[in-house]
């Protein structure tokens, strides 16, 4: 949909759960949920957190598909592995850091949130976003986004990778990026090593 | 006697609960065999009443699609209203009327089943009296059907009794308002909510039980607006309070008078409003006094500089907005709790303007339109008190009888159990309503059901309540009878028939019309179809305070819903009550109401030292009946579980997931425990939803409010212990195996 970005704010989510039982519902892939869901740690919070994919700008799981099975749109929308090509090899599951792709074994074929294509190509909205009664999962023009308290990032570092991505996500107002390596918030001097 | 015929295993194989996982044809059939039709309609699982659009292919209900245009929710559904169309082509649904034998239930002809229930009820009446036989309603039927059934009631069967189950659910609330403001209904439009700048949450636990109203309350936040949420637990919601009240158990008034204390002591009431709008503010003020901060923290458990920075929060703002749910009203004080918050929030004249007000968050899918026009035990339609001689002479114009033919107040929905149990009432006709899961004390109605000369029961699913009935009458579902709706917010929606009744089943409102006529009373019911009751209902609520006469299936369908009281079809609606500020009350003015402290109705004991609260999870609806059949729903929490804080746990050696028994004066039962650091650790939690050994309600106590009749289901003792893992009991069994598909 044109103007339209997809947001995801863990800080709204309320653990509801309808966006797994609504993807589930696409007509695509009727039956099969492509949302990661997780409690993030319950006995001591009731925080939680739905995952879509980030639809990275170069993704990882392309890039280490040995059959090259899995494409990017000129939207920037990174699909599901194709049928033919896909060989099962799981390689894109243990790869993305996000821990995005499925590998549904009974197909045979990786498969991943694809935005709704069937929907945004039309003008939709992607179905998790349209229920997500939290608005967590938020499909809204960019000026929309920019009310709320929280601030959208697209760039996050693993290690040494640094990725930036399609999907946008709503953190703290105080960070420009997200980085789960404590090197990275460390100062380890100028480069010259005076002994 | 009004006994199960066969044993429950016996009964669950042939009726369920089975696990529906599958649409009809399975996932892949919409492929191939596409929706004939979408239909725009409303989802059945609770007071939210989200738009949704139903998939209809041959009468069959086979997906969704979100309704983006509707204003309330716009597209948004929680996951019940996600699968809310998998209770169509259910393999539980009761197809035909069915009646008990020796062997068990057998079907039978509609005539057949039709004609005793009315041979049952005239007997009893000719041999015990006429309010021997009494009448339970629900809050998930449409406006019509209960309109419907409090005139059948009370002129076809001719009982007084009859109450319905959104007496377990809305009348403190009720009560209070009727009491304040002369009206019962939210005194805001939930578009208010984003434009507050505090939020008040009190005793509910919104992210779960009305999860749409957390978009309002994020965008409310988005805003810069202020969120205090107070509840023994960290509901879903506190995830993003800004002050967190984690008020005791049965304890919240004392908290509400601590908060009107600092207002009064810190003057920051709002005198001008006092003055010209209320009455009874010197006694409501001085009735404070005692409530310092020190004593409100030692009552309710909360810090007491929260309970000042709340009060100054409320108070220091041009708009606030308090909104509470079961969590206040679930006590036998649960009146005086909701006037508490009124109270505070006329003391500061935030009422009747944008943003502003008290507001009670409706629970069940017609919980406020069904409680407006008659199946409630004192009142007549348009919210009139049924001991109001203008009213009843009104109502019985309108009906076409003498004034006199009316009866007189009848029992509450417990009381008319407790009735039953002490052999009073000896017939019960049922429809809407889950006693035996939904009532406190199930081992007392289960007792009480089986002492019944006859129990009639409409429902579409073989209930447990319905496994004890003498006749079961297949009715109809939400999405197979044309009907208002109204909505927490007091809008009237219009739920679209999407289907007609699969095999034999008929629609309720036919079912109830078919036994008037045969109760000799047909005259009267006059009724082809839903909109020919609601061309009486609008006559009959003219001039009422739930004034419906402008209201229409045609400008419900334009206007996207329209807000109550409506007196005439030019008027637009009312979407904010008060904003002339006058009152529905006899004098105009809203009325402040002195509160008075008094412990739980089951006190906590050196033998019974630990709060039980119940509630509701997000998956689950009321009493089970219909989301226990839907896999998805079930899959999402499978069973009840009690939470218990880490400290409590440690003291009784508990670890996540062993078996705890958690056993008050009334019964004991066996869970499993969730080890949570987010509930107050004198209390434990567990949702209500289940049947059987792990019914929550065999643990719950009879204590009534003493002017709304709630049940006490907030607070009671119990004490726990860790135990083996039990022999799993009947309804313990893996229903999937007979249910359809797989995941």
Redesign the interface.
Known sequence: MFGYEFYIDP??C?????C???C??C?TH??KSMINFDFLD???????VAMVCMHCDEPTCAEVCPADAIKKGEDGVVHSSLKPRCIACNNCVLACPFGIPKMMQDEQQMMKCDMCYDRTSIGR?P?CA??????ALAYIPPEEAA???TKPIQVFRFGNQIITTKVAMMIPEAFDSVSIDVADYMWEGNGSHDS | MAKPPRSPEALIEQFGPRLSF??PGG??N??THPADKLVKTHCCFCGQQCGIQLKVRENMII??E?W?DFPF?R?????K???RYMQSSHPDRLMQPLMRSEQGFRPARWDEALDFTAKRIREIQAQYGKDAVAVYGGASLSTEKSYLLGKFARLAIGTRHIDYNGRLCMVSAGTAYKLAFGIDRSTIPWSDIPKTQTLFVIGANI??CA??T??YI?RC??N?GRLIVADPR???????ADLYLPVRPGTDLALLMGMLHVIVRDKLEDREFIRNYTTGWDEVAASVQSYDLSTAANITGVPPDAIEKAAHWMAKCDRAIAMHARGLEHQSKGVENCLGVINIMLALGKVGREGCGPTMITGQGNGQGGREHGQKCDQLPGQRSLTDPAARRYIADVWGIAESELPQPGYTAQEIMNAIHAGEIKALFSICFNPLVSLPDANFTRQALSRLEFLGVVDFFMSETARHADVVLAGSLHEEEEGLGCSAEGRVIHWVPSITPPGQARRDSEIIVELAHRLGRGEEFPFRSPRDILEELRVASKGGVADYYGITYERVDQQKGVFWPCPSLEHPGTPRLFEDRKFYTDDGKAHFQVTTWRPSGDPVDQDYPIYLTTGRV??QYLSGTQTRRIG?LLE?YPEPRVEIH?RVAAQYGIQ?GDYVAVGTRRDEIVLRA?????IRPDTVFIPYHWAGVRSANRLTHRTLDPRSKIPEYKVSACRIRKVAAPDPGPDDRDARRNGTGT?
């Open positions: 800080s709204r309320i653990g509801c759960r309808a797994l039982q609504a589930e519902e007509e009727r039956g319950r006995p001591s919070t009731i925080n939680t909205r179905m349209t229920v997500c009664p939290s608005q009310k709320r308290p | 599958t649409p996932w892949q919409e492929a997906g969704f979100p983006e929710n597209g948004m559904l929680c996951p209203g996600v699968k992210g779960e999860p749409i957390t978009d994020w936040r988005d810069r960290m509901t879903p919601i506190t995830r993003n997000i998956s998805a999402q880490p996540d969730m080890v949570v650091r987010t995941r």
